[in-house]
């Protein structure tokens, strides 16, 4: 699971430096050309290089269906909550399309809640938060995520406006590029680290580091160098964080539910990703003044806008340790370590559940 996490921040390392230099060098409408080969390429794996048979099943009523009426109110919540935080606000009739993108939000959201705790077979179990640890771990997971979309919003703004660095579009690669490396390489030692040591020391030392790193960023903001290093030690803690809670949520859960665990976890990330750049994007259109980027006249955030945004991650880390810290009380004993190689594989009662026939089995 490290290693796959890795991969992922490997990639965003390749995407992050071309991305810019193609803005540089070009423009923006570059990198969605760029796109194109990229999505077609993914299509042709997915179809050659991902091979699953399916077993079959006895019962044919009891093959597995979509959760069709979750999948479109958990779609419809999400679109228009985003579009009742995106609406302009121009007093008076400006107020009715936030209305009533606000109620239609709370309606399918209700609607969605309503059914996966009805349905047998649910697009996101939320059953499975009623475990503690688990909750925790999803509260931990999402906030990470909110928190890291919430700055990555911010950081091109930040480097390229005159009321931040004031340098040009390249200069953004380079400044997220050793953040980057720190996400790859937090990835596989925090696998290592939850095998010798458990998960709360890795969630632990992760949100120290992000509220470290947000102090930084709120008070050094104009450096380039603290900039590059606050982003390195946010960009490590955030991966260690994350991937740890998502090694957790797999080991605190039943063998037969680890798919469903593993899909509310993305699911709750997914929507804090999605909060993150709102909340950026309206804080920063709150505070404007006429400024530049990289020669380009326009409105820009003011500083304010930045101070504000550095605060607002500052807390939601504080948030993140909180949580980290509940896991002392809440998770006894360390995972088990895997054996040396050779040795054999004995079962041990699972430490977070009661389901110890499950955990036998899987491990």
């Given at each position: 699971i490290a290693v796959i996490s890795a991969t992922y921040w490997?990639?965003?390392?390749?995407?992050?430096?071309?991305?810019?230099?193609?803005?540089?060098a070009f423009s923006w409408r570059e990198t969605y050309l760029v796109l194109i080969p990229l999505s077609i390429l993914l299509l042709l794996l997915a179809f050659t290089g991902i091979h699953e048979p399916r077993p079959p099943l006895q019962d044919p009523s009891s093959r597995p269906s979509l959760d069709w009426?979750?999948?479109?109110?958990?779609l419809a919540a999400l679109l228009l909550g985003l579009a009742a935080l995106s609406v302009g606000d121009d007093g008076g009739s400006g107020q009715l399309p936030r209305i009533l993108f606000s109620a239609g939000a709370v309606a399918a959201g209700f609607?969605?809640?309503?059914?996966e705790l009805r349905t047998s077979r649910p697009l996101v179990d939320l059953r499975l938060a009623r475990q503690r640890v688990v909750l925790i771990l999803i509260l931990i997971g999402s906030l990470t995520i909110l928190?890291?979309?919430?700055?990555?919003?911010?950081?091109?703004?930040?480097?390229?406006?005159e009321s931040g660095l004031g340098l040009t579009a390249g200069f953004v690669g380079l400044v997220l590029m050793p953040g980057t490396l720190c996400?790859?390489?937090?990835?596989?030692l925090t696998g290592r680290m939850v095998v010798s040591r458990g998960i709360r020391l890795p969630c632990l030392i992760g949100s120290l580091m992000m509220v470290i790193s947000s102090l930084i960023l709120l008070f050094w903001m104009?450096?380039?160098?603290m900039i590059t290093l606050a982003w390195m030690i946010f960009s490590g803690g955030m991966s260690v964080t994350a991937t740890a809670c998502m090694i957790a949520i797999i080991d605190y859960v039943p063998l037969s539910r680890t798919a469903e665990a593993t899909g509310l976890m993305q699911s709750?990330?997914?929507?804090g990703g999605m909060v993150g750049p709102v909340?950026?994007?309206?804080?920063?259109?709150?505070?404007?003044?006429?400024?530049?980027a990289g020669g380009i006249s326009g409105v820009m955030p003011h500083a304010g806008a930045f101070v504000q945004i550095h605060l607002l991650a500052f807390f939601v880390c504080l948030l993140v340790l909180s949580a980290s810290l509940l896991l002392l009380w809440r998770i006894r004993d360390p995972v088990p370590a895997l054996p040396h190689h050779g040795e054999e594989i004995r079962t041990v009662p699972h430490p977070g559940n009661r389901e110890d026939k499950e955990w036998d089995g899987k491990r």
């Amino acid at each position: 699971i490290a290693v796959i996490s890795a991969t992922y921040w490997a990639g965003m390392f390749l995407g992050v430096i071309s991305g810019s230099f193609l803005i540089e060098a070009f423009s923006w409408r570059e990198t969605y050309l760029v796109l194109i080969p990229l999505s077609i390429l993914l299509l042709l794996l997915a179809f050659t290089g991902i091979h699953e048979p399916r077993p079959p099943l006895q019962d044919p009523s009891s093959r597995p269906s979509l959760d069709w009426t979750g999948f479109i109110s958990l779609l419809a919540a999400l679109l228009l909550g985003l579009a009742a935080l995106s609406v302009g606000d121009d007093g008076g009739s400006g107020q009715l399309p936030r209305i009533l993108f606000s109620a239609g939000a709370v309606a399918a959201g209700f609607i969605f809640l309503r059914e996966e705790l009805r349905t047998s077979r649910p697009l996101v179990d939320l059953r499975l938060a009623r475990q503690r640890v688990v909750l925790i771990l999803i509260l931990i997971g999402s906030l990470t995520i909110l928190t890291f979309m919430l700055l990555l919003q911010e950081m091109p703004f930040l480097i390229r406006s005159e009321s931040g660095l004031g340098l040009t579009a390249g200069f953004v690669g380079l400044v997220l590029m050793p953040g980057t490396l720190c996400d790859m390489l937090a990835g596989p030692l925090t696998g290592r680290m939850v095998v010798s040591r458990g998960i709360r020391l890795p969630c632990l030392i992760g949100s120290l580091m992000m509220v470290i790193s947000s102090l930084i960023l709120l008070f050094w903001m104009h450096s380039l160098l603290m900039i590059t290093l606050a982003w390195m030690i946010f960009s490590g803690g955030m991966s260690v964080t994350a991937t740890a809670c998502m090694i957790a949520i797999i080991d605190y859960v039943p063998l037969s539910r680890t798919a469903e665990a593993t899909g509310l976890m993305q699911s709750v990330q997914t929507v804090g990703g999605m909060v993150g750049p709102v909340l950026t994007g309206l804080v920063m259109a709150g505070q404007t003044a006429d400024g530049a980027a990289g020669g380009i006249s326009g409105v820009m955030p003011h500083a304010g806008a930045f101070v504000q945004i550095h605060l607002l991650a500052f807390f939601v880390c504080l948030l993140v340790l909180s949580a980290s810290l509940l896991l002392l009380w809440r998770i006894r004993d360390p995972v088990p370590a895997l054996p040396h190689h050779g040795e054999e594989i004995r079962t041990v009662p699972h430490p977070g559940n009661r389901e110890d026939k499950e955990w036998d089995g899987k491990r």
